[in-house]
Nanobody, 122 residues
Framework: QVQLVESGGGLVQAGGSLTLSCAAS????????MGWFRRAPGKEREFVAA????????RYADSVKGRFTISRDNVKNTVYLQMNSLKPDDTAVYLC???????????????WGQGTQVTVSS
């Protein structure tokens, strides 16, 4: 059974940094894509970033390019999201997900974590 567990969220001032982690277990993920999404109050889930587990290719939403970096540790089966220059608009619940069909369409991801809250104060 696939399990995704996020950690690393918290409260940070604008301009600060946080690193989120997503620990994956339950199967081999070598052919999968791991994505980070976020859900702000009153809004739909929004694609943030994704990484191919096999070759490390990455994709980013325009809103986070140059500020966020996604990476993976194949030994630890963990994906990271380094978030720099955080803005109040980045405030959301951040969720990781795993799938095989898409980079940025949330409904096509197969498994989801519970999420971790990120709050950026102005």
């Amino acid at each position: 059974q696939v399990q995704l567990v996020e950690s690393g969220g918290g409260l940070v001032q604008a301009g600060g940094s946080l690193t989120l982690s997503c620990a994956a277990s339950g199967r081999t993920f070598s052919s999968y894509i791991m994505g980070w999404f976020r859900r702000a109050p009153g809004k739909e889930r929004e694609f943030v970033a994704a990484i191919s587990w096999s070759d490390g290719m990455t994709r980013y939403a325009d809103s986070v390019k140059g500020r966020f970096t996604i990476s993976r540790d194949n030994v630890k089966n963990t994906v990271y999201l380094q978030m720099n220059s955080l803005k109040p608009d980045d405030t959301a619940v951040y969720l990781c997900a795993v799938g095989r069909l898409t980079w940025d369409v949330p409904t096509l991801y197969e498994h989801w974590g519970q999420g971790t809250q990120v709050t950026v104060s102005s």
